[in-house]
Structures are given as structure tokens and as C-alpha cells.
């Protein structure tokens, strides 16, 4: 499976009930699938996840639903060949902002020489 079928495979794909998978990037280097991932529900995690390259995006899948449920150790992480590198959250949805209220910007101040 190449790097852009794997990000159109996982992209889209639920985790669980509430987490839609988000592909922000798909890249091999050192033997390994380097994939940048969101999983966007009532709280949002930005994850960079390693796969060996025999992984499919089944088997990622269903790693991170381990990973989220509480269930991801370090012997499932070697037996799945998956790996959890950096995770960050997000609780709550972002707001969004509507452009028609915003207020012009201020001009910068010229700076001046003396």
C-alpha cells in the first residue's frame, strides 16, 4: 500500500462511535509509515502515529481505538506495529468566525527614522 492509498484509506474512517480519522500527512522514511493524523469528536487529538510498512489501515485503525479507549500498552504497540510517537488535545469544538463581524484591521504606524 502506497503512502497516498493509505491516506485516502484511513481519511474519513471512524475510530469509534464519535471519532472521525483526519489524514494531515502520509510519509515513509526508515522503514515506516510517519503519519500525521487527527481524530476530531467531542474532543480533538492531533497524534503523529509510525506504522510498519505491512500495516494496513485496518490494523491502524483499530490501534488507535485501542489507544483511546485506555487499552494501548507498549506490548500492543510491538505486536501491532503501530506506534503512538506525540498526542495533544483539544476539548470542546473550535469556534468558528464569521468574517462579515470582524473589524477592519488598524493600519501599522509608519516606523521613522531620526
Known amino acids: ?6 491516506h485516502r484509506a484511513l481519511d474519513g474512517m471512524t475510530a469509534d ?16 509509515r510517519w503519519i500525521q493524523i487527527e ?7 492531533s497524534l503523529l502515529v509510525s506504522a510498519d510498512l505491512r500495516r494496513d489501515a485496518e490494523m491502524i485503525r483499530a490501534a ?5 479507549t485506555g487499552d494501548w500498552t507498549a506490548e500492543i504497540a510491538a505486536i501491532s506495529g503501530v506506534m503512538i510517537h506525540h498526542a495533544t488535545i483539544r476539548m470542546g469544538a473550535v469556534p468558528r468566525v464569521n ?10 504606524r509608519p516606523i521613522v527614522d531620526r
Open 1 to 6: 500500500m502506497t503512502a497516498d492509498e493509505l
Open 17 to 32: 462511535d464519535a471519532q472521525q480519522i483526519r489524514v494531515a500527512s502520509v510519509m515513509v522514511a526508515q522503514e515506516r
Open 39 to 45: 481524530l476530531v469528536g467531542p474532543r480533538t487529538y
Open 64 to 68: 488507535l481505538q485501542s489507544w483511546m
Open 99 to 108: 468574517a462579515d463581524h470582524l473589524e477592519p484591521k488598524k493600519a501599522a
